[in-house]
């Protein structure tokens, strides 16, 4: 198993640029995530899905957009970017219930100039 | 957003001693987590902790979830050089959604050899 595989792993984009990060799993899980990383902070969490068709917010959603049609793919999109979402970004995947345990993938990193 | 206190943030210690990092909330958690981040690598799971007073080991690490659910503490026993990194605790609500985890921002582990 590939576990969670993201891409790009680096991008720079022009402020109003538009992108979609993308994230696959296949570990067949229900739930996927996606976690931003600032530098020295630990993750805050922009959006997940329980499942293919669910997506929620999560702590920090503005600026990005989700969707879920597959149980394997989760992107997160970025329609006019900004100074403000420079960051890394994670996704993640787990099983259903509260003992699952999130597994990450390597990250994207992304700079907005 | 709720944050987790994690301390201390970065500390650098001799080959073969012992290490020994916390986190500590406001508020009660029924699943801590303890995640360790190698350079340019998305959070790998190192210990979870699902009941109040559990002392959990993983080879040379020790974690305990706090009697009041507001604390965890990590030890590393006999550190080595590839113990460097950084060690995220983590909070988790039940009976909300499973995607509330809560990071602290991280404790960077510097080994002199």
């Known amino acids: 198993n590939a576990g969670v595989t993201q891409t790009p792993k680096f991008r720079i984009l022009k402020i109003g640029q538009s992108m979609t990060l993308q994230c696959t799993q296949d570990m067949n899980h229900n739930y996927m995530y996606w976690y931003r990383q600032d530098p020295g902070m630990g993750l805050k969490l922009i959006y997940y899905s329980v499942g293919a068709g669910i997506t929620d917010k999560g702590e920090v959603p503005n600026g990005y957009n989700v969707s879920r049609s597959t149980t394997e793919d989760f992107p997160l999109r970025l329609e006019l970017a900004a100074p403000s979402q420079t960051s890394v970004y994670f996704c993640?995947?787990?099983?259903?219930?509260?003992?699952?345990?999130?597994?990450f993938g390597p990250g994207t990193r992304l700079t907005v100039l | 957003g709720q944050q987790l206190n994690q301390s201390p943030q970065s500390m650098f210690i001799q080959e073969g001693e012992d290490v020994s990092m916390n986190c500590t909330s406001s508020s009660i958690f029924n699943t801590w987590l303890w995640y360790k981040q190698d350079p340019g690598e998305g959070p790998v799971l190192l210990i979870a902790?699902?009941?109040?007073?559990e002392l959990t080991s993983n080879g040379r690490l020790t974690a305990q979830f706090g009697i009041t659910r507001k604390d965890s503490f990590l030890n590393i026993s006999a550190s080595i050089p590839s113990d460097v990194g950084i060690y995220f605790c983590a909070g988790q609500h039940t009976g909300g959604s499973q995607g509330n985890l809560i990071f602290g921002k991280g404790t960077k582990l510097s080994v002199k050899p």
């Open positions: 902790l699902y009941k109040a007073g």
């Open positions: 993640a995947s787990s099983g259903a219930g509260v003992m699952n345990t999130q597994y």
